[in-house]
């Protein structure tokens, strides 16, 4: 199975460690697209060529502030290639190894405005010269101000009180910028807080394109002047995202391995496996006389809502019910959705995943775990990782974990690798729940809230071991199976009294505080953990057309 390599550790470690990927990439096929296409280091957006840059000059750090209070460092993209020119410099907090990047440009306007142009000024954002930080040296944040028809997408930062040659910055002519908002916090201290940026719109269509630029806030908002992203105008998608043989590559290389809990009883399998297995297919008015469900789902309704007009179920009989809610490992895929992201800049990978049967919710209550009956059970369970990679050079940068509801994105530095490039997933008991570690995970606080228990056992899945691609618009060849256009439920719906399915005996014997702050958890969780309800499938899911839920 390889060695295993642990997830990196919260403490300190220093911003000049480089974060690698525990095995060298491979060469990604090649795109027919000559001097292009996926992997080949630049993209064109429509008057702009951009390529990633992540080797860095380190300009100023500071050791204290931000994420673990371990500070920040402040770098400007070196080498620049030639013909390119910087849009902004790069931070990042120094609680993990270098992981990042910045996009660099050249002008391909072949009429009209020039696409780069010199900032005409700068403006000092902030500087540390009155601050009392643990810090080298002295940093300047600068804000550079463009001509009329330009927009900023970057800010620089320099270890002197003189304003950076105009050289040293260029700025983008407004039509090729798009808007963007804070992504994640950086770094903070003084009357000072540093954020990286991210499109507002984000989505298989948005136009957006990350700079991996930071924006800066202070006490005084006069001072910052607004940034913006990039836009890709020209949205050829073919000359970006991954082809058949890339994507196959692609999952060769980093396909998720899922760790199942020693004591989980119901497993993955396929659809068509579970369709084979006497699943029902449900109408309301004729409730006496499901349908057989064929084993490629031809017969589902296509299209429609989730209006409750039909659902499915598993089969009538008692032992037939049972095995199905088993699941059958050795028949499961995974079932692929590929989507550009950030401007066809990123290529997201949704590795779908589906259960028979998800189990029942346990709860804890201090040191009291609770069995908490049909809570959380449902028919049909469906759950997802998302590779989030890189179309300039084909590199992992994070993975989506699918956490009942919502989720986290785990970035490449904090994942845990195995047999190679592959990062593990750990798949909670009975709920099926992603994590990247294993352990107890408490939905609720103070040490009350519904159980997710991951541990590694004997029991995996190598999520591209075996699979399908469902959807990938792009690609324009992919016929999506009948399954996946059913816009119902793939369980059915059973009203029940949450009270009554608790442990009365439980709640006589709480006190008083305790058993409110149960109540209130209980009340907090999502439907899917409340009810006997089946989900709908994929493609009927928000992130579908647009980003990760957080």
């Not at 963007?180 to 136009?207: K, M």
């Not at 008991?429 to 997710?452: D, M, T």
Request: glycine letters at 10%; proline letters at 8%; aromatic letters at 10%.
């Amino acid at each position: 199975m390889g060695n295993l390599l642990s997830p990196v550790e919260t403490k300190a470690i220093p911003i000049d460690t480089i974060f690698n990927l525990p095995s060298p990439q491979p060469s990604w096929p090649q795109s027919v697209i000559d001097g292009g296409g996926f992997g080949s280091g630049r993209i064109n957006l429509g008057g702009l060529v951009v390529q990633q840059v992540s080797t860095f000059n380190k300009i100023w750090a500071t050791q204290e502030g931000g994420p673990d209070n371990r500070g920040a460092s402040f770098f400007e993209p070196s080498p620049i290639p030639d013909g390119y020119f910087s849009l902004g410099s790069y931070c990042q907090p120094n609680n993990q190894p270098l992981f990042g990047w910045v996009l660099v440009a050249k002008d391909d306007c072949c009429t009209g405005p020039p696409s780069l142009a010199l900032p005409v000024d700068y403006k000092l954002i902030w500087s540390s010269e009155n601050s009392k930080l643990k810090q080298d040296g002295i940093g300047y944040i600068w804000s550079p101000v463009p001509p009329e028809g330009y927009k900023a997408v970057g800010n620089i930062v320099t270890n002197s009180h003189d304003k950076p040659d105009l050289e040293k910055i260029r700025c983008v002519r407004a039509d090729l910028t798009d808007s963007c908002e804070h992504d994640n916090f950086v770094w903070g201290r003084d009357g000072i807080s540093i954020y990286s940026l991210r499109p507002t719109s984000r989505g298989p269509q948005a136009l957006g394109v990350s700079v991996g630029a930071f924006t800066t806030e202070t006490n005084t908002p006069s001072s910052t002047l607004s940034l913006s992203c990039l836009k890709n105008k020209d949205f050829n998608l073919s000359a970006c995202m991954p082809n058949r043989d890339q994507i196959q590559a692609l999952l060769q290389t980093y396909s998720p391995l899922i760790y199942f809990h020693p004591d989980e009883p119901y497993l993955p399998s396929s659809v068509s496996w579970y369709f084979s297995s006497g699943v029902l297919l449900h109408e309301r008015g004729k409730e006496s006389n499901p349908v057989p469900v064929d084993s490629n789902g031809t017969n589902l309704p296509q299209g429609g809502s989730s209006d409750g007009l039909y659902w499915l179920d598993l089969p009538s009989d008692k032992g037939s019910k049972e095995r199905v809610k088993k699941g059958d490992l050795n028949s499961s895929e995974t079932y692929l959705h590929l989507k550009p992201m950030f401007g066809g800049t990123y290529t997201d990978i949704a590795i779908w995943v589906f259960y028979p049967f998800n189990g029942p919710a346990r709860a804890k209550i201090k040191f009291i775990n609770v069995n908490l009956g049909r809570i959380g059970e449902h028919v049909g369970d469906w759950e997802h990782l998302t590779l989030r990679i890189s179309n300039f050079s084909g590199q992992l940068h994070s993975v989506y974990f699918s956490e009942h509801s919502k989720g986290i994105w785990v970035n490449s530095p904090e994942l845990e690798f195995q047999n190679g490039n592959k990062p593990v997933a750990y798949s909670s008991l009975h709920g099926h729940a992603f994590y990247p570690k294993p352990g107890l995970v408490l939905q609720g606080s103070g040490g009350i809230g519904i159980r997710n228990d991951t541990a590694k056992s004997k029991t995996m899945m190598d999520t591209g071991e075996r699979y399908e691609i469902v959807s990938a618009e792009y690609l324009g060849t992919i016929r999506e199976p009948a399954w996946l256009n059913y816009a119902r439920e793939w369980g059915p719906k059973i009203e029940y009294n949450i009270a009554h399915e608790l442990c009365k005996e439980l709640r006589r014997f709480l006190p008083g505080k305790l058993k409110a702050a149960f109540d209130r958890i209980i009340k907090g969780l999502p439907n899917e953990v409340l009810g006997q309800e089946g989900p709908t499938g994929p493609k009927m899911k928000s992130s579908w057309n647009g980003d990760e839920r957080i």
